[in-house]
């Protein structure tokens, strides 16, 4: 399979069910939009904001996760999360999952060398594992208090093992 704006190979993302660009890091989904969505329980509004996506430089929309209030890229299909609403989906989610746990994937080294900009304050955002379950490797503006979530990150945290 090849990316469909340089034409060159194309990789699966482990886990996370889509595509990546080695060279152009342009990102290929082969479900639909709605499928994708509902992976991370979003549901997308339709309404832009004035920030955008950084790691695509589209704009984000509001959209709700579990009823929160919202920033998602359509793109590449990453939220822009509230530290505190963060906390409490993934308590909520953890508490209510009854599906059979999933082994998370080990950390890949390459996510901790990106660098983006946080879409509020435009300052560099943090980038760290998720300290709980899941093996995640998310983005943090502590200036602006809001986590950049890539796609399938709060479903790989709300399925991992340990404590509910």
Same mark, same amino acid.
């Given at each position: ?14 886990? +996370? ?100 900009? @946080? ?21 943090? @503006?502590? +200036? @602006? ?17 340990? +404590?509910?």
């Amino acid at each position: 399979m090849n990316c469909t704006n340089c034409g060159a190979p194309v990789d699966l993302v482990e886990g +996370r069910g889509y595509f990546i660009c080695g060279y152009c890091s342009t990102l290929r989904f082969p479900e639909t939009d709605e499928q994708q969505a509902s992976k991370d329980g979003v549901t997308p509004l339709g309404e832009e904001t004035d920030w955008d996506c950084p790691l695509c430089d589209q704009s984000l929309e509001h959209a709700t996760l579990d009823d929160i209030r919202i920033h998602y890229c359509d793109d590449c299909r990453g939220s822009l999360v509230d530290c505190e609403a963060f906390a409490a989906v993934v308590n909520q989610r953890r508490s209510q999952f009854s599906e059979a746990d999933r082994t998370p994937l080990p950390l890949d080294p390459v996510q901790f060398e990106r660098k983006i900009r @946080c879409p509020i304050c435009q300052g560099p955002m943090d980038v760290h594992p998720y300290y709980g379950p899941g093996n995640a490797v998310i983005d943090s @503006c502590y +200036r @602006c208090r809001v986590v950049w979530l890539d796609h399938c990150e709060i479903a790989a945290i709300e399925a991992a093992p340990g +404590r509910r």
